[in-house]
């Protein structure tokens, strides 16, 4: 089982900052791909952002040019730093972590809350 340590949800207002930063327990080398989901009440959850073990990175539209998601090996770190948050980006932040051999597996942290308000 993988455990996940989450930091950097909060409070901040419209066109603010914030950075999340998530640490698994295993070596983020293990997975194929990690990344940064997120759920409003009443929503799904939805991709926010991922980066590959080669590096490769991907983003929702609704976020494009405005979080950018990256790692710091040495730290075993995975970091999502959002730019000119809107109060649609008020959501519970979810750290993903996914092997994709011998079969796909997916494993979640346990959430940060991330408001946008004044």
């Known amino acids: 089982q993988v455990q996940f340590v989450e930091s950097g949800g909060g409070l901040v207002q419209p066109g603010g900052s914030l950075s999340l930063s998530c640490a698994p327990s295993?070596?983020?080398?293990?997975?194929?791909?990690m990344g940064w989901y997120r759920q409003s009440p009443g929503k799904q959850r939805e991709l926010v952002a991922t980066?590959?073990?080669?590096?490769?990175?991907n983003y929702a539209e609704s976020v494009k040019g405005r979080f950018t998601i990256s790692r710091d090996t040495a730290k075993n770190t995975v970091y999502l730093q959002m730019n000119s948050l809107k109060p649609e980006d008020t959501a519970v932040y979810y750290c993903n972590a996914e092997k994709y051999a011998p079969q796909r597996v997916q494993y979640w942290g346990q959430g940060t809350q991330v408001t946008v308000s004044s």
């Open positions: 295993g070596s983020i080398w293990s997975f194929n791909r």
């Open positions: 980066i590959s073990s080669g590096g490769s990175t």
